[in-house]
Every structure is written in C-alpha cells, then in structure tokens.
C-alpha cells in the first residue's frame, strides 16, 4: 500500500478525537461512543470535510435510531429511549426560551422552572450567556 495516502487517512477532528479510514473500513476508538455506528459514504466524507463535528450530528442519529450519544441529562440517568427523549425537549426548550428571553438571567430563570432537576445549572449558564453574549 502507499504509505502516504495511509498518512493521509488518519485525520484528527476535534470533537470526534483520532478517526482512521480506508478504502474497506473506518475505525473510531471513542469513550461513550457505542460500537456499532452505521455511516455511508456521504456521512464519512462529511466528517473528513468538518461538516459533521459531533456523533450527536442529526445525520448521524438518523442512520443510528437505537443508539444515541446522550448529553444532557441526569449523570445518573440511563440511556433509555425516555431519557433520550427527555434530553432532545430539553434542547427544544432552551432552543425556544432562548428565542424569548432577552438575557442569561431570563434564559436561565425560566429553564430552571422547566427542568430544575438538571445536574449541571453551571453548564446552562454557560450556555445562556453565550446565546446572549451573541446578540449583542
């Protein structure tokens, strides 16, 4: 084989850590990451292009229905379809809150009122001055 295009394989993303592809097959290697992941062609070539940065891609979970890469949820929490489900409406609520409210303190008010069972509020403020920060 040609040791170059070899070299060239193996891509380093940022969020999806080493990824080693070839004409045959691509291996990944990452902690919480399920074996097991179907992809085509068009999803691989996406990540090597920095389309696709994340296993949660939508493109990604749509080839993968009963396998999920979860996020936000309780740490003690189990990755069941519930759960799962629990998370994409936390997204879709701090999706539409952030739409609504003006400032972090207004993001974060209202999404402690509808998942205050979270474990992580820390992370919602990060994540709500970001939204707000971005505004300005």
Same mark, same amino acid.
């Given at each position: ?11 380093? +993303?940022?969020? +999806?850590?080493?990824?080693? @592809? ?11 990451? =399920? %074996?097991? /992941? %179907?992809? $085509? ?10 389309? /696709?940065? #994340?296993?949660?891609? =939508? !493109?990604?979970? @749509? +080839?993968? =229905? ?6 936000? %949820? #309780? ?7 519930? $759960? /799962?489900?629990?998370? %994409?409406?936390?997204? #879709?609520?701090?999706? !539409? ?11 974060? @008010? ?10 992580? =509020? ?6 709500? !001055? #970001?939204?707000?920060?971005? !505004?300005?």
């Amino acid at each position: 084989m040609n040791t170059l295009l070899n070299m060239k394989m193996m891509v380093v +993303l940022a969020s +999806l850590a080493l990824v080693t @592809a070839g004409g045959i097959a691509m291996a990944y290697n990452v902690a919480g990451v =399920p %074996k097991g /992941i %179907k992809l $085509t062609g068009s999803v691989i070539a996406n990540i090597y292009l920095g389309k /696709i940065a #994340r296993w949660s891609d =939508p !493109r990604i979970a @749509a +080839l993968n =229905p009963g396998i999920v890469v979860s996020g936000h %949820k #309780r740490v003690d929490a189990p990755d069941s379809p519930d $759960t /799962i489900e629990q998370s %994409k409406q936390y997204l #879709r609520d701090f999706s !539409r809150v952030a739409s609504e409210q003006g400032t972090a303190e207004g993001i974060v @008010a209202e999404m402690l009122k509808l998942h205050g069972d979270r474990d992580n =509020p820390y992370t919602l403020w990060l994540s709500a !001055r #970001r939204v707000a920060g971005n !505004r300005s």
